[in-house]
């Protein structure tokens, strides 16, 4: 199965990295992995400390990434600098300027990652190659979509975009001033879908809504009757230019 690099799994993933640009050096600074064994049987205060951040950095940045949050990209690369200076002061310390290639080696790796996640991060939610809204119709003449939040403030909307993962929602009239936890698509009276949903973006005006619908909303017959619309439009020639 191939990677997709704009698939959020991936973009999570990518921070775990970190701790094996740090031990990947040390395993290599001796034959036979004594450099691990050293740092073991020692307690070197500095392999560990570093390790320890670069652990916390990795956490904290996927978990920021798999929400889209550019902020988890920074911490990233500042991940990427501390394992760098790290494995490349033993390099110098212990003398082997071979392994200096190694650390150069996973830090130019991880600044092309790194590259990667940036390009992900800006890429517009309306753009088909967003993994989670799958090149469904951007706008559909008659279809009314209507948000609400959880204390049942509603406001109708606009799609931009429409997939099997999520949707984004617009506001032609003013900002969504309310995160929304549900979104109701209908054609007058009828409705067609009714999904709970998590906010994944917002716009800096408010206007635009990123969404996620819940896991609950893919399971049985909701992901069923939703794939079947998603074909009905297809076929009816909504397609994505």
């Not at 209507?146 to 403030?153: A, L, R």
């Not at 909701?222 to 020639?237: A, I, N």
């Amino acid at each position: 199965m191939a990677i997709d690099p704009n698939n959020k799994g991936f973009l999570s993933l990518v921070p775990f990295t970190l701790p094996l640009a740090l031990v990947l050096p040390y395993a290599f600074v001796a034959s036979r992995f004594r450099g691990l064994i050293w740092v073991w049987e020692t307690g070197n205060r500095p392999f560990w400390i570093t390790l320890a951040c670069l652990l916390l950095l990795s956490v904290s940045s996927a978990l920021l990434l798999n929400r889209l949050q550019r902020f988890g990209s920074t911490l990233y690369r500042v991940g990427i600098v501390l394992s760098t200076v790290e494995t490349a002061y033993l390099a110098m310390s212990e003398r082997r300027h071979s392994l200096l290639v190694l650390v150069f080696l996973l830090f130019a790796g991880q600044v092309l990652l790194s590259e990667t996640v940036k390009k992900v991060l800006r890429l517009p939610f309306f753009d088909s190659r967003r993994h989670w809204w799958e090149g469904c119709p951007k706008a559909i003449p008659g279809l009314q979509v209507e948000v609400s939040s959880e204390n049942g403030d509603t406001k109708e909307v606009r799609l931009a975009n429409f997939g099997l993962e999520g949707c984004f929602v617009f506001s032609q009239d003013g900002a969504i001033s309310f995160a929304p936890k549900m979104v109701r698509v209908f054609n007058g009276e009828q409705t067609l879908l009714e999904a709970d949903v998590d906010v994944v973006e917002r716009t800096n005006d408010g206007y635009g809504w990123g969404l996620r619908f819940g896991s609950s909303a893919l399971e049985g017959d909701w992901s069923k009757d939703l794939q079947d619309y998603l074909g009905y439009l297809r076929r009816s020639g909504y397609e994505i230019a």
